[in-house]
């Protein structure tokens, strides 16, 4: 593990905020480091206020999206909202059919098939509108890079809004209206909005012409937080208010879909890292295993008897997930070491007959062995598709860019990214991508690192001080749970290793002039030596709170300890 110091602000705006705020300069240096200069910048930060969302008019092309829905329905024309299978796809459309349907009935959802259409929007679900006479699609998480399709669509006399947060290519859809924030040519003030988010704002603009504010949206935000949680977008400006709502929606009055995983699960008040790994896994099992029809319909559902139904159902999908990516990554580190590609810049395993549904799933975890650009392919159709994963600060969309020469489609962001290709071009684009890799990453890339935001001494953790932390949720990228160092520390001498197979660490550690604080490091068993006989070392942690027999107490979250 490397460790990294994030740098110290200036030293002057520490000692102006720690006086403007009345915090200590730890505080101070945390909100810094968050972009929080001022008092108006902290107050907002601690106290999101839904006034704080920007104007969705500000959208490029929302004027005529908001238009050509109007006429729609002034119309009695059929709409069919579609979206992606995973969960910013069903959560968008799970919120805009809900959202259309409490004022007309001619909506109807289509997600597509994984297996046979894949990613996005598809000439079978083009025709499918066709067939049934739908005449608007209002296309949610995906559509911005759809240019054929569209093309296809309109010349069948069906009109798309798109609804999208992706990167668009060199063409836009001709589509009604194309929303995303990313486009060059719209000026909306935040870019970074998931594909939900995109969705909820065409919704308030739709509200907003029937008179009505985001507060009467509310209740919609609990679909907003999970799949800003469930997407990996920065928790910053827009996407901080509307998961820090949504997350209130979640804790007091979810809809009965979600209600119905929450009651499958010992949890009292979630945070957004339980939204997502807890509620969102479940709706994603829909897509990968079954279908994400399966997922709207139990976010859709008002009724809380078929939702408890719906949810069983999903749960299964979600444990038969669950055995599939562990059986296939078994396979993928075996494959690792059968090719002799341990030391290699990337990894890129094929095998025909693994789950497309779980690939993704599996990159993540071969990146927790071999911490480099990974790439997963499975058979699809007469094609191979891939999902790929990075490591921090490295574009993998720009790689797969750069090698499109072998490349059928693809789509993604920096972390993550899909793609398919011809099985002829497997191997010629393997070699392809360790090339680029090799030439433009930085070797330090390659070692996992953790980023400190201070260093600090066991005596300035206090329960005031863990308070003051806790305001920082919710907790994503680009605010993520704080991270100390603290130096010259012991074990008391009770330091053990726990759990059944005796893989985690479970210390007390000292430090003069300060209290005892437990501290639990989660599959760092093998590191007792370093604390053992009263050692010194070294550690980097975030701050707990333990609950044990109605008793709370601060405890300390080992990231990893050195000598």
């Known amino acids: 593990m490397r460790w990294t110091i994030k740098p110290k602000p200036d030293s002057s705006k520490i000692e102006t905020l720690q006086h403007e705020l009345q915090v200590d300069p730890i505080v101070a240096t945390l909100l810094l480091e968050r972009g929080i200069e001022t008092f108006e910048d902290a107050k907002k930060f601690f106290r999101p206020s839904l006034d704080d969302l920007h104007d969705p008019f ?3 092309d929302m004027d005529k999206a908001v238009a050509r829905i109007e006429k729609a329905i002034e119309n009695q024309e059929n709409i069919l909202v579609y979206g992606d299978y995973d969960v910013d796809g069903t959560t968008s459309v799970a919120l805009m059919a809900s959202y259309l349907k409490t004022k007309y009935e001619l909506v109807l959802t289509y997600i597509p098939n994984r297996y046979d259409e894949g990613y996005g929007i598809s000439y079978k679900g083009i025709n499918f509108a066709l067939e049934n006479d739908f005449t608007l699609i209002i296309a949610l998480d995906c559509g911005v890079k759809a240019v054929d399709k569209v093309a296809y669509a309109k010349e069948l006399g069906i009109d798309f809004i798109i609804c999208d947060h ?3 290519g060199n063409q836009l859809p001709d589509a009604v209206a194309v929303l995303d924030p990313k486009r060059e040519d719209c000026n909306y003030p935040y870019k970074e909005l998931c594909g939900c988010g995109v969705g909820f704002k065409l919704m308030q603009a739709l509200a907003f012409k029937e008179g009505k504010t985001v507060e009467d949206l509310v209740e919609y935000l609990d679909l907003v937080a999970t799949a800003i949680g469930a997407d990996i977008v920065p928790i910053t400006g827009e996407n901080r208010v509307l998961a820090y709502f949504g997350l209130q929606v979640i804790n007091s009055s979810p809809r009965p879909g979600i209600k119905a995983i929450l009651d499958q699960v010992n949890k009292t008040e979630l945070t957004i890292t339980d939204v997502v790994f807890i509620v969102a896994p479940r709706i994603n099992a829909a897509g990968r295993m079954k279908h994400g029809n399966y997922a709207v319909t139990l976010l859709m559902e008002t009724e809380e008897d078929k939702a408890h139904q719906y949810a069983m159902e999903i749960d299964k999908y979600n444990a038969d997930r669950r055995e599939e990516d562990k059986r296939i990554t078994e396979e993928a580190l075996i494959q690792i070491e059968h090719n002799g590609e341990q030391k290699n810049i990337t990894t890129v395993v094929y095998q025909a007959d693994w789950h497309k549904g779980v690939i993704g799933i599996v990159a993540s975890r071969l990146t927790e062995t071999y911490y480099r650009p ?5 058979k699809s159709g007469d094609k191979l598709a891939a999902s790929a994963r990075s490591v921090r600060d490295f574009d993998i969309y720009n790689v797969i860019e750069a090698c499109s020469e072998y490349v059928e489609q693809f789509g993604g962001h920096k972390y993550a990214a899909g793609l398919t290709l011809k099985e002829e071009n497997y191997e010629a684009f393997k070699q392809a991508f360790e090339d680029e ?3 433009t990453i930085d070797r330090s890339l390659l070692i996992p690192e953790i980023k400190i935001d201070d260093k600090i001494d066991l005596k300035d953790i206090t329960p005031k001080f863990y308070r ?7 907790f994503g990228p680009e605010n993520m749970t704080p991270v100390f160092m603290t130096e010259n520390l012991n074990d008391t001498g009770y330091g053990k290793c726990v759990g059944e197979d005796k893989t985690h660490l479970r210390i007390t550690v000292t430090q ?12 760092m068993g093998e590191k007792v030596d370093i604390i053992s006989n009263k050692k010194k070392f070294k550690a980097v942690y975030s701050i707990d709170e333990n609950e044990w027999q109605g008793n709370i107490s601060l405890q300390l979250k080992l990231r990893d300890i050195k000598a």
Do not use: D, E, Y
């Not at 990974?374 to 499975?378: C, P, Q």
């Not at 003051?468 to 919710?474: G, L, T, V």
């Not at 003069?512 to 599959?523: Q, S």
């Open 58 to 60: 500000l959208m490029k």
């Open 166 to 168: 992706h990167r668009p």
């Open 374 to 378: 990974t790439l997963v392919f499975t």
């Open 437 to 439: 890799v090799s030439k």
């Open 468 to 474: 003051i932390i806790k305001q920082f949720a919710p």
């Open 512 to 523: 003069p002039k300060a209290n005892n604080i437990v501290a639990i490091g989660f599959g």
